[in-house]
DNA sequence: GCTTTAAAAAGTAAGTT
DNA sequence: AACTTACTTTAGAAAGC
């Protein structure tokens, strides 16, 4: 049984958060030039971040979404940047964000590749549809997560809301395709 | 007639009229309408007629595992089936579901004609579609696409080849919109079907590049080496068929281009290179 | 359902050179 | 042909149409 064990790299971390107050939009476009706000297609502010490199939507109910960090801890540094900007830049913002991971996108890569067309007959809730989509859909119950399973044995995994549980899921699905013998060992 | 023993229901398989007394005695608003109306509008023609109730799908829900013909059934209608016997068959509790019928099986109607499949394979659409709508998810969605959804699940199921595109052109919805609704229809009815086969795909792309019976075989030869083995996983299976094809006609000596067979086959002449190339590979061509 | 954000996987597509 | 860019799928939040 060739153990190879997986390698995961998180990819993308989605973060909301809150500041318990309204913030006027328009006066964060007057203070910071470089944000895009468009209320006529989307009623929320990008803001931009080099460093966590993110980009964060704020919106006028100061309810925050944001998004590419690459781990929880950078997510979290991220808001708070942001919210530290903001107070520099003037916005006069009374409270310390309440920040909630919502979700978490993984990449990793089993050791060996995928026979996809018997995988999608034995794993249950997968649905392996190569005219629409070369990967193959599988939804986990625990860890709640999606995970696409590609032939070269590479994935993404998503939903999860902790890394530990994005860790489990790849663990729980290498187990599962070794157990029902749908993976292929070779150079 | 397909009768669910779980429920002591019985339903048309072909509109998805519910016809037992069972229901009736529930009340009015749980009737999609009465069996005389119903088979007013089998006289009418548009619906169905009660005349094709043992055809195709005819299927007795419950622990059997042989259809109204005596037949086995597949382990997906057997497995649909199992799941579709907990089901509370009293989800949707709405008016409008009369309407909502008409409009759904008239359209499948149409679609028959504009598509040339069966009356099994309709009669498998409306039975999924009933179920869709029993479950809920048709509300707030646009039943065309949906019923569109459900034709191409049935196609997908009965292995019929019609591709997604023919679905979204007969019935002028999106391909992305047919394709997410009938990814929605897998997930939540809990349906299992089988890959699309590229040899299933063969005989349509040659029939439409007017490619000879001896360059079909030698492509279903090179399918058959190639076997989904290794190249073919993730792959579109008519770009795979077309590319067998191409490589058919260049060792039977038909002059086709890479561009007959791309348009026949609805893939761009890029696509067949690259499958052509793992073929090469594969089969040391 | 849609709109916007980010990111990966692998396949397919389209426009240029 | 190669390159580039771009779109398909997955999840999730935000406010409003």
Excluded at chain 2, 239 to 267: H, I, P, R, S
Aim: aromatic share 4%; proline share 4%; glycine share 6%.
């Amino acid at each position: 049984m060739p153990q190879t064990k997986p390698i995961v790299s998180i990819e993308n971390v989605v973060a909301s958060a809150t500041v318990n107050q309204t913030v006027n939009l328009n006066l964060i476009t007057q203070i910071f030039p470089d944000v895009e706000y468009h209320p006529d297609q989307f009623p929320g502010l990008v803001f931009r971040l080099r460093s966590p490199k993110t980009a964060t939507l704020i919106f006028s109910s100061g309810k925050m979404v944001c998004t590419g960090a690459k781990s929880e801890k950078m997510a979290i540094q991220a808001v708070k940047n942001v919210v530290l900007k903001l107070k520099k830049g003037g916005i006069p913002l009374e409270h310390e964000p309440q920040i909630e991971i919502q979700n978490i996108v993984a990449s990793a890569s089993l050791g060996g590749k995928i026979h996809l067309e018997l995988a999608a007959r034995v794993l249950p809730r997968s649905m392996y549809e190569p005219e629409q989509f070369p990967g193959l859909i599988h939804r986990m119950l625990d860890p709640k997560t999606v995970i696409l399973l590609f032939a070269s044995g590479k994935l993404v995994c998503t939903g999860a809301k902790k890394e530990s549980e994005v860790y489990r899921a790849v663990g729980n699905l290498h187990t599962l395709l070794e157990e029902k013998n749908l993976m292929i060992y070779e150079g | 007639m397909v009768t669910d023993n779980s429920s002591g229901e019985m339903f048309c398989g072909n509109c998805g009229f519910v016809v037992s007394e069972r229901i009736e005695e529930l009340g009015p608003e749980w009737r999609a309408f009465s069996k005389e109306e119903h088979e007013d509008r089998s006289r009418a023609g548009i619906p169905t007629s009660l005349a094709m109730h043992d055809m195709g799908l005819a299927t007795i829900i419950g622990p059997v595992d042989k259809d109204a013909s005596g037949k086995p059934l597949s382990a997906s209608m057997k497995s649909t089936i199992e799941r579709l016997r907990t089901w509370d068959s009293r989800s949707q509790v709405h008016e409008p579901v009369d309407r909502n019928f008409r409009q759904a099986f008239s359209e499948l109607d149409r679609l028959k004609d504009k598509l040339a499949v069966g009356d099994a394979v309709i009669e498998k659409a409306a039975y999924v579609y009933r179920k869709a709508l029993e479950k809920g998810l048709v509300r707030g969605r646009s039943i065309s696409a949906l019923v569109a959804a459900a034709l191409y699940a049935a196609c997908r199921d009965t292995e019929t080849p019609r591709t997604l595109k023919d679905i979204a052109n007969a019935s002028n919805i999106k391909k992305k919109d047919v394709a997410r609704c009938y990814r929605l229809l897998i997930r939540e009815l809990d349906l299992k079907m089988p890959v699309v086969d590229p040899v299933k795909c063969v005989a349509r792309i040659a029939s439409k590049a007017g490619l000879s019976e001896k360059t079909k075989r030698k492509a279903l030869e090179i399918l058959k080496k190639a076997e989904e083995g290794k190249i073919s996983a993730g792959k579109d299976p008519m770009g795979l068929a077309a590319a067998a094809l191409y490589v058919a006609c260049v060792m039977n000596g038909e002059n086709k281009t890479q561009k007959d067979v791309a348009e026949a086959a609805g893939v761009t002449e890029v696509t067949i290179r690259n499958r052509y190339k793992g073929l090469k590979t594969h089969l040391r061509l």
